[in-house]
């Protein structure tokens, strides 16, 4: 399969790269891990990505430009990474559907295979390592843009090197990536320890809602449109939330609720040891991986974390 994408990268010359919706550190590294490294090949390149840069990845260097509509596409060969279901990129992702080549390349265990090639490595850590063996088939430098954007995603997607999917390869190729300058303390200051206060004020606010269960095994915490308003804060800030809830004693299944705009309900669930959410979150549409998945559910988050409760008191 490499050699196949190898062989289209090479033989073709102009590329739109793309990842999904609310993109994390290994969705925002391996789209502009990708962008770097195709012009270093001598590429034309756009990154489109339907959200904004979220703060904590603003420190990565990408395009000076990033699209956001797909109205002005043209023949590109469009590379979709990290992206379990090409819906996930957003609201246009019919215009990637109408007889277009499309390179699919993820981790996720509930990847759709919607590309003409599908490259998709369910026990890579994540997108970014798998980019990595790309990149090296091709024998090009390496340069500080590319090795910071891959450390990144594999950084970010095990949890700092603390979740399951942890391997020796992981550290392997971050280990190589400090040869081209990066700096591990740096990647996690500017990660984990540069947010702003209003994501604390959020914090507060979503842990009062905290509820275990009487077995202890499973913790849920809600996120309202009203916290929101009250601390002046917005999505972003509730990044990574659902793991404080995991952090506690005896929780085997973490799930955080956020509530959206059109009566809906994001789910965020995280689980420790062979709890599969990915399976969990599959039977509400969703999906992801065995430890880390989501769903969007209709209702309030009262309502829904009901329905949660009800399909995990089965499945536990």
Known sequence: MIEKIKRVLEHENK??????????GDAIGSMFGMYFFLKAIGKTVRVYL???????????????????????????????????????IGDEYNLLTEDRFIVNIDHH??????????HVLKDASSTAEILYDIFMQFGAPITYEIALNIYTGIFTDTGSFRFPNTTEKCFRVCGEML????????????????HPRER????????RTLEVSEGGDVGIVLLTSEMFKKVNANYEHSDGFVEYIKEIKGIKVAI?????????????????????????????????????????LEGKPEEVREKVKKVLSEEL
């Open 15 to 24: 590329f739109l790269v793309t990842t999904h919706v609310d993109p994390d």
């Open 50 to 88: 339907k959200d904004s840069v979220p703060y904590r990845y603003a420190f990565l260097p990408g395009p000076e430009k990033i699209e956001k509509d797909l109205k002005n596409l043209g023949q590109e060969v469009i590379l979709v990474l990290d992206c379990g279901d090409i819906k996930r």
């Open 109 to 118: 265990e509930t990847n759709g295979m919607f590309g003409k090639i599908n």
């Open 179 to 194: 040869h081209f300058g990066v700096s591990p303390s740096y990647v996690a200051q500017m990660v984990y320890e540069n």
């Open 200 to 207: 604390f004020l959020l914090l507060s606010e979503v842990l």
């Open 256 to 296: 955080l609720i956020r509530e959206l705009e059109n009566g809906k309900c994001k789910v965020s669930m995280r689980s420790k040891d062979n709890v599969n959410v990915g399976r969990i979150c599959g039977k509400f549409g969703g999906g992801g991986h065995k430890n880390a998945a989501g769903c969007i």
